[in-house]
């Protein structure tokens, strides 16, 4: 019961490797938030955790993640562990890439986390909490067809390398997770765009099965105990090789 008395708010509750992540801190005694646009997932989740407390809210609008993070501290008196995990993820040419899809891929993926931490932090600071960051092979590597979506996942980790750094002399922690692919709805719902050359992709296709959502909860949870005392700043790769080579 690594997490007895913490309260956690983890965004992207409602799929993948948000729910298995609330499910992981759940079980290791954590009070959860979870945060998702999705209420029905949301939803289940909740019930799958026994009971968790949620808010339905899209991260895209900055006013949204200031308000969950105050709603967590006043439904819970306090905040140790933010997991900004929410996610959305596109392949397309980067010459038919939209306005809109651009600006959602970042409103998403980048700005959301920038924001929730800019709320938590305060918070935070009180409990010598941290953060964890979703962040992806992605933001490490040059992929093609997915431009907007490496963008997205290098704010995250130059987030997360900034803000260790400028509370390094607090006892926040701030760290990133970067998986390659993992099994889950944003998987499974990827479509490649026509005329694709399959060649350029084979550097982030790897060799492996993909990972598993809960194998990325317990990484999550290690990252976010107190086990993990001396860890801020990091970029923690799970990703099967594939920026290894
Ligand atoms: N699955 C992978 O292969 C993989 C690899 C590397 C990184 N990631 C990252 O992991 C994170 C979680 O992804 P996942 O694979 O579990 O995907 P998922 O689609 O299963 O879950 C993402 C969740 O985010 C929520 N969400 C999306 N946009 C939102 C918005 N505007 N407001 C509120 N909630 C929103 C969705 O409703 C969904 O419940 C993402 O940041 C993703 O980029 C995933």
Redesign the pocket.
Known sequence: MRFDGKVALI??A?????REVVLRLASEGATVFG????GD?LAETSSLAGGISTRI????DPAECTAAVAACVAAHGRLDILGN?????RSEHVLDVTVEQYRAMMA??ADACFFFCQAAIPHLLETDGNIIN?A??AGVMGQAYTVAYCMS?GAVVQLTRSLAMEFVKTKLRVNAIA????N????RGFQFPENVDFALMAPYMGFRPMTE?TEIAALFAFIASDEARSMTGAIVNIDNGVTTG
Do not use: E, Q
């Open positions: 965004t992207g409602g799929s993948g490797i948000g945060h998702d646009r999705d997932r809210g899209d991260v895209t995990v929410a996610g959305i993820a998403v993926n979703i992806s092979n996942k998986p390659s692919g993992v889950t709805n944003l998987v959502p």
